[in-house]
């Protein structure tokens, strides 16, 4: 957080209006040579790509990860680097073909005027905006009369905002945050620690607020516009960092504003949930043992077997959610481990029947057949598993034969019960033939071969372990997110009790993971209260996690199991959490996208497509008058966000371009037959 006396020092930089209007009629005469009335009138190139001014601070950190996760191409100029550009006219603008050309569309600095009082930065910057009609994004500053704002002493407020109960003005959803829903809350996470400062102040003339709050009696501003001499730009007066739901609310519309609506890049709010180990039973955490009897090495154990798995009831229970919710579940199923079950249970199976008569309901993935770690051969004795070796010292690895049967056991399974599976898509237990570290440092070698026989291109990983796409042969992986929703818990009691165990210090009773481990957990102060720790603390925790991949445009699915359907049914109260808090917060025009596992699939490969070819300087963008054109190199589509109303140029006439999200239209798009560009026109 940054406090006040270090934001008021940081702010008393002011920009020196004269001499910025005085640099205007500089730039002008360079940018556009009046030589010829005709000269004066040429349209001028715009550039899409944002420069950033980075003071180090976290509300430039955010914008600029905002830019970089959607696509947006950009510029950062390092504030304290000695070496860094200068910000003058040179810089900004040049000509090309004859065309006056801005080579920035926007603008994001760290506060309005970081370069000093009278600095020659600040006026060549000042004339460019104002020369070419280009947008600055303030991305933290305080409230003063040089942003458009009366100081806090008059009638606002100034102080820590957690728990403020923000809302997006009339002008904020008739402009750049009509996506939302209306509230903005300020994250209050804890009531220990500071989480959120900032000035709510009253506008001025040539200031609109876009997010107000109360003081007093009224309300007053945190975001707004404020135009001014030729130039608009968008204040805010709150710090942030880029993981904060305040900030994920607000990142698009500040890039839309900054923009003017026309960028590269594209942004969605996605969410999926997978539901793995389906037919299977999954075995129960015992909190007596603290371990899992039946999963590998549990001291004690023997005898001690126990299993959790879904009735009919909880099928017809899910089915029913769905249809409430609007919400529709992955089902990862394991039909061979589904038929043991039934054979050692009198042959009947009331929730395989019901699952499948209510197929349609799903989308159904292929979990492989009967489950088996497709990785090395493991030996279980150990703790933790080893792999297993032969006598000349090579790992024993799972046959290509074995991996294939139980990919296409399960498939041909589910085809036989008019269960519909992409045979593209599947999800190994356990994740099992990826590497496992640190026991199984490579892939299973027969692992891409198998794939590749059953005509897998989509392969499930676990994020945790390997956040990025990569590829295993033919097939890339999609990278999914665990859910701290644990397997081998049935009930509420059982989950509270296991979290115990791992985040709180062997003093509190606990493992000591946490303590072991500082720089990826943190101990719990003092342990759950078994009856009520799941629904008061966990649930909330874990919906905030899940919430935050949501809103910040990560298409990454959700793992969980079919265990936490069954018995207390400990998913729901975490998926209607997200839901539910989502709908509140977002308008109909930005609904979430729950897509197939091959779509983000599809989604991270264009992704990185994409960024290589930004960072390898690939990509041409600009826009002139109503007219946008892009460049990428063959076969990469480029993602593209415009206006409603835009049309995409066909080989023949015009189409509607994209397809609509949160008030725009954006897609990824690639050149027409015979075309060597996007050419997209504007309304």
């Given at each position: 957080m940054v406090s006040k006396a270090e934001m008021v020092r940081k702010n008393k930089n002011r920009m020196n209006r004269v001499a910025a209007a005085m640099a205007a009629t500089a730039l002008l005469s360079v940018a556009v040579p009046a030589a010829t009335a005709q000269a004066a009138t040429v349209v001028p190139r715009v550039d899409l790509r944002v420069l950033v001014v980075d003071d180090g601070g976290s509300s430039v950190a955010a914008i600029t990860a905002e830019l970089r996760d959607t696509g947006v191409p950009y510029t950062r100029v390092d504030l304290g680097s000695g070496s860094r550009p200068v910000i003058n006219a040179a810089f900004l603008s040049d000509t090309v073909d004859g065309?006056?050309?801005?080579?920035?569309?926007?603008?994001?600095?760290?506060?309005?005027?970081?370069?000093?009082?009278?600095?020659?930065?600040?006026?060549?910057?000042?004339?460019?905006?104002?020369?070419?009609?280009i947008r600055q994004v303030d991305a933290y500053t305080w409230a003063h009369p040089e942003v458009g704002l009366e100081y806090t002493d008059n009638g606002g407020y100034s102080g820590t905002l957690d728990g403020t109960q923000a809302a997006v003005t009339a002008a904020g959803k008739a402009g750049p945050f009509g996506y939302l829903g209306g509230q903005v809350t300020f994250e209050d996470n804890s009531p220990l620690i500071p989480e959120s400062y900032g000035f709510i102040a009253k506008p001025r003339t040539g200031y609109t607020s876009y997010l107000d709050a109360p003081v007093g009696s009224g309300r007053a501003s945190l975001v707004g516009e404020y135009a001014h001499d030729g130039r608009s730009e968008l204040v805010v007066t709150f710090g942030y960092n880029q993981?904060?739901?305040?900030?994920?609310?607000?990142?698009?519309?500040?890039?839309?504003?900054?923009?003017?609506?026309?960028?590269l890049g594209q942004e969605r709010n996605y969410f999926a949930v997978h539901v793995d180990d389906v037919f299977a039973p999954d075995a129960r955490w015992d909190q007596a043992l603290n371990c899992t009897p039946g999963d590998y090495a549990c001291a004690g154990g023997d005898?001690?077997?126990?299993?959790?798995?879904?009735?009919?009831?909880?099928?017809?229970?899910?089915?029913?959610?769905?249809?409430?919710?609007?919400?529709?579940?992955?089902?990862?199923?394991?039909?061979?481990?589904?038929?043991?079950?039934?054979?050692?249970?009198?042959?009947?199976?009331?929730?395989?029947?019901q699952l499948i008569a209510d197929r349609a309901q799903y989308r159904w993935m292929n979990h492989t057949y009967t489950h088996l770690f497709l990785g090395c051969v493991q030996d279980v004795t150990t703790v933790p598993w080893s792999c297993t070796k032969n006598a000349t010292g090579a790992i024993n690895w799972t046959s290509r034969a074995d991996i294939s049967a139980q990919i296409r056991d399960n498939n041909n399974w589910a085809a036989s019960k008019g269960i519909t599976t992409d045979r593209s898509e599947l999800v190994t237990g356990e994740h099992s033939g990826l590497k496992t570290l640190p026991q199984q440092a490579d892939d299973n070698p027969n692992l891409a071969g198998a794939l590749a026989d059953?005509?897998?291109?989509?392969?499930?990983s676990d994020s945790s372990r390997e956040p990025g796409q990569r590829a295993v042969g033919a097939a890339l992986?999609?990278?999914?997110?665990?859910?701290?929703?644990?397997?081998?818990?049935?009930?509420n009691a059982e989950m509270a009790d296991e979290y115990n165990w791992i985040y709180t210090s062997r003093a509190q009773g606990g493992s000591g993971a946490c303590e072991d481990n500082p720089a990826t957990s943190t101990c719990l102060p003092a342990p759950l209260d078994n009856a009520t720790g799941y629904l008061d603390y966990i649930v909330p925790t874990e919906a905030r996690t899940a919430l935050r991949h949501v809103l910040a445009n990560d298409p990454r699915p959700h793992?969980?199991?079919?265990?936490?359907?069954?018995?207390?049914?400990?998913?729901y109260p975490v998926l209607n959490q997200v839901l539910d808090t989502y709908r509140t917060l977002y308008a109909p025009s930005a609904p979430i996208v729950n897509q197939s596992m091959k779509d983000t699939g599809v989604e991270l490969s264009r992704r990185a497509a994409w960024d290589a070819a930004l960072a390898a300087n690939k990509v041409t963008a600009y826009r002139i008058g109503k007219d946008v054109t892009v460049k990428a190199p063959s076969g990469v589509v480029a993602p593209v966000t415009a206006p409603?109303?835009?049309?995409k140029q066909l080989l023949l006439g015009t189409a509607d371009f994209g397809t609509a999200y949160a008030g725009s239209r954006s897609a990824w798009t690639a050149p027409e037959l015979l075309q060597s560009a996007v050419t997209l026109k504007l309304a």
């Open positions: 065309r006056p050309r801005a080579k920035f569309q926007g603008v994001v600095l760290p506060n309005e005027n970081p370069f000093g009082e009278g600095s020659a930065e600040s006026a060549a910057l000042s004339a460019y905006e104002t020369t070419y009609g993981y904060q739901q305040q900030f994920r609310l607000l990142a698009r519309g500040i890039v839309d504003w900054l923009t003017q609506g026309v960028h005898g001690k077997e126990s299993t959790i798995r879904m009735t009919a009831a909880d099928a017809q229970y899910a089915a029913q959610w769905q249809q409430s919710k609007g919400f529709k579940l992955d089902l990862l199923f394991n039909a061979g481990a589904g038929e043991e079950w039934k054979t050692e249970n009198g042959g009947t199976d009331a929730l395989t029947a059953n005509g897998v291109k989509w392969a499930g992986t999609v990278p999914r997110y665990p859910m701290n929703v644990y397997y081998n818990t049935g009930t793992y969980v199991h079919q265990s936490n359907l069954a018995e207390d049914r400990t998913l409603v109303g835009t049309k």
